[in-house]
């Protein structure tokens, strides 16, 4: 069974330039969420999708983030503009049901702002 | 906001030698994971403890949790060079995952 996959790996824009980001879940799984690793800190939540329904995206750090899930199959989390600050890595992860025990997280994408 | 802390962030040890990670949760968390991640790999899930007093072990790593204190360690016992990782904790509450800073171990020989 496939994991969670995201694309692209590695991804090198210029400060004002768009980049979207995506996300393949375990088949099957309805949830799906969106985190970013900030060189030097820890995880942090961005936003949470029960199907195609974003749940909870507290953890959008402004207006220029827009995550979307059409479908409730692959997501995609574009920036646009990108800032210098938006660059560090975005996991995605997806799991059966929000409360269970094991959610499945990609290899991230090393966003990367010049 | 629950908050962690883990400790220390960079890790060197020799092969054989034993240590612990540390990780400190601010508030009740309703679980807590450890992961390891190998450079461009996905998060792989170790440990899930959910319990206070809870042990578990999988070769030479071990993980415990300590609720009243809101602790959980990961003890590493006789390094192997195939340990070398970034580890994370992360406490889950309700259906967020709040996560350590990451610990980044390399094991000498």
């Known amino acids: 069974e496939a994991g969670v996959t995201q694309f692209p790996s590695h991804s090198v824009i210029e400060k004002g330039q768009t980049v979207t980001l995506r996300c393949d879940p375990i088949?099957?799984?309805?949830?799906l969420y969106w985190y970013r690793r900030v060189m030097g800190k820890e995880i942090k939540f961005l936003l949470h999708?029960?199907?195609?329904?974003?749940?909870?995206e507290s953890g959008m750090p402004n207006n220029r983030f827009l995550a979307e899930r059409t479908g409730g199959t692959y997501s995609t989390l574009k920036v646009q503009p990108a800032e210098l600050e938006d660059s560090g890595v975005y996991f995605c992860?997806?799991?059966?049901?929000?409360?269970?025990?094991?959610?499945?997280f990609g290899q991230g994408t090393r966003l990367t702002v010049v | 906001e629950l908050k962690v802390e883990q400790n220390p962030l960079f890790l060197s040890m020799q092969e054989g030698k034993n240590y612990t990670i540390y990780c400190n949760y601010s508030?009740?968390?309703?679980?807590l994971y450890w992961y390891r991640q190998d450079p461009g790999k996905s998060l792989e899930s170790l440990f899930v403890?959910?319990?206070?007093?809870a042990v578990k072990q999988e070769g030479r790593l071990m993980a415990s949790l300590d609720t009243k204190a809101r602790l959980s360690t990961l003890h590493i016992t006789a390094a192997v060079h195939d340990l070398s990782a970034t580890y994370f904790c992360?406490?889950?509450?309700?259906?967020?995952?709040?996560f350590g800073t990451g610990t980044s171990l390399t094991v000498i020989p």
């Open positions: 992860a997806s799991s059966q049901d929000s409360l269970n025990t094991e959610a499945f």
């Open positions: 088949s099957g799984h309805d949830n």
């Open positions: 999708f029960v199907k195609e329904s974003k749940q909870d």
């Open positions: 508030t009740t968390s309703d679980r």
């Open positions: 403890l959910l319990s206070n007093g």
């Open positions: 992360a406490a889950f509450r309700w259906v967020q995952f709040y």
